[in-house]
């Protein structure tokens, strides 16, 4: 057992396409605390349905809802990268995508994003307006560098330092800081 998870937290199709939900949130999280990132990023796509986190998790429940024996990886990207990033969660974009779809799940950053005219009209990091010029750090499955579908913004030349598998890193994680994840506004549909 790695944590208790008092209020089960889905795994549906439902709650990872949707928009924020509590299991993207603990994802993404978990990314930026193992790095030190910025922002952390995890696509609905990674995140596999299946049985609610509920009670005791064990490692097992963990690699069950990220199974790939990949590493996350750290990119740097510019301000302006990173917001293109941000309109790309939107899920038409994607070839296998629906409309009604949302993509990226968010740590570090928060989002206003309106489906009918295609555009940020708000995103911030750490609380600041992101600055067009400035470098920031992206904790993302290394899968996504690698991808022409989904996140063409960033790519293998945005990536600077892989670390350990991902599960692994949900597991320490969970350890240290519990499974606890709220809805929080990080993510918000005009």
Not at 72 to 77: G, T
Not at 89 to 97: A, P, T, V
Request: glycine share 10%; proline share 4%; with cysteine.
């Amino acid at each position: 057992m790695v944590a208790t998870v008092a209020e089960p937290i889905e795994r549906t199709e439902v709650a990872c396409f949707h928009g924020e939900s509590r299991v993207g949130n603990f994802v993404a999280d978990a990314y930026r605390w193992a790095t030190d990132a910025d922002v952390g990023l995890q696509n609905s796509g990674g995140i596999r349905s299946g049985p609610s986190l509920a009670g005791d998790v064990t490692v097992g429940d963990l690699i069950s809802l990220i199974p790939f024996d990949e590493p996350l990886s750290i990119a740097k990207v510019t301000g302006r990268e990173l917001r293109e990033l941000f309109r790309q969660g939107e899920g038409s974009r994607l070839g296998f995508g629906e409309p009604d779809w949302w993509h990226a799940h968010l740590s570090g950053a928060r989002i206003e994003y309106e489906r009918a005219t295609d555009t940020l009209t708000e995103a911030t990091v750490g609380g600041e307006a992101i600055d067009p010029e400035r470098t920031y750090r992206l904790a993302l499955a290394d899968y996504l560098l690698h991808s022409d579908d989904e996140f063409p913004a960033v790519g293998m030349d945005h990536r600077v330092e892989t670390i350990r598998t991902q599960y692994e890193i949900l597991a320490d994680y969970a350890r240290c800081e519990g499974i606890d994840p709220a809805v929080e506004g990080r993510v918000r549909h005009l």
